[in-house]
């Protein structure tokens, strides 16, 4: 597991165990396609060879100019998710383009028109489908969902599910009548607050993320994910000591534990200049996810912390021949 955190990214989006994350339902509705899916990987990715792995095709690629490639983007969607493949946590972008056979770098025959989904901004790679049978494929789901929530109009589950489809199919404005109705019809609802705040936020509405992830910390405030939600907030807003207070019953032995919190909760320890509890944190993150006592920005942070405590000997293991 990667705990490296992008302090450029939303806080909550870096926490990869991020329970209702709206991340996870959308790789997983990603996933619901593989089978249909292509997925389409570099031909000089050395860690994957498509001709042994099934449905893997090689991307549109050129040699002197001449060969396949994708020209122009339609209808592009961006959201912040984590690349299946590579693992990377970051920005993903699904479109429509065109494939085509090029010369001199320049398209000349279409082949044909494409969608892409799932493209990772850090390894290009992706999953593509021919436009048509996507198109007949989102008519399909869509359909389906509405006729679901149809039969049931009280059932919570399947709304929320056709809001998924709908943002997968890049349907964002009704994704989003849908949701402002099931705020309104499921206000009572812990975990329906809790998935429309994570699907807000994965649309970039603050307002309406605050107010859903605040009205279910109203219905349950001492559930794990309501202390997460806040304790992540105190750590945004440079209030690790409160943040504290949340994270207590998340600690070690715990079935809500995740390091990445605590890693986060160690950061902003030790940026508060609170340096022994920061120390403190470390050693316990240490014991309990130890690959991280060789990822180079973390024992660059512990070093920093018992350089200004003074600590005559580290805590960090051995790193390479010179330690």
């Known amino acids: ?18 329970n209702c994350s709206m991340n996870a339902h959308l790789v997983e509705s ?15 990715a050395p860690e994957i060879n498509p001709s042994k792995q099934s449905g893997h095709k090689l991307m549109p690629m050129t040699i002197n100019g001449i060969g396949t490639t994708y ?9 912040v998710g984590m690349c299946e493949q590579c693992q990377s ?34 390894c290009k790679r992706h999953r593509a489908m021919p436009l048509k049978q996507w198109q ?27 809001i998924y489809d709908m943002t997968v199919f890049n349907q964002l404005a009704e994704a989003n009548e849908l ?49 997460r939600i806040q304790a992540i907030q105190a750590i945004d807003s440079q209030k690790p000591q409160l943040a504290a207070q949340f994270l207590d019953s998340m600690r070690p032995g715990s079935s809500a534990y995740d390091p990445s919190l605590f890693l986060l909760f160690a950061n902003a320890l030790q940026e508060a200049d609170l340096h022994e509890q920061a120390l403190q944190e470390y050693q316990q993150l240490i014991k309990q996810a130890p690959e991280l006592g060789a990822d180079k920005v ?9 350089k200004i405590q003074g600590t ?10 010179f330690g």
């Open 89 to 122: 946590h970051g920005k993903l972008t699904d479109y429509e383009t065109g494939h085509f056979f090029s010369i001199i770098f320049i398209p000349v025959i279409p082949l044909g028109r494409r969608q892409i989904v799932a493209e990772c901004a850090a």
């Open 30 to 44: 990603t996933r619901v396609l593989p089978n249909e899916l292509e997925f389409v990987v570099f031909s000089a």
């Open 179 to 227: 949701a402002v109705v099931c705020a309104k019809q499921y206000e009572n609802d812990f975990d329906v607050m809790i998935q429309l705040g994570s699907w807000y936020e994965q649309m970039g509405k603050e307002v309406e993320t605050e107010k859903c992830f605040s009205r279910a910390i109203e219905i349950d405030p001492k559930h794990p994910h309501s202390q």
């Open 136 to 162: 007949t494929l989102r008519e399909e789901t869509l359909n389906a969902g509405l006729a679901d929530l149809g039969e049931n109009m009280e059932n919570a589950e399947k709304a929320l599910k056709l």
């Open 312 to 321: 005559p000997v580290t805590m960090l293991p051995k790193a390479g021949l």
């Open 298 to 306: 973390f024992r660059k942070r512990v070093k920093l912390s018992e």
């Open 1 to 18: 597991m990667d705990l490296k955190l992008n302090p450029s990214a939303s806080v909550r989006h870096q926490l990869e165990n991020w």
């Open 71 to 79: 020209f122009g983007r339609k209808n592009i969607r961006e959201y």
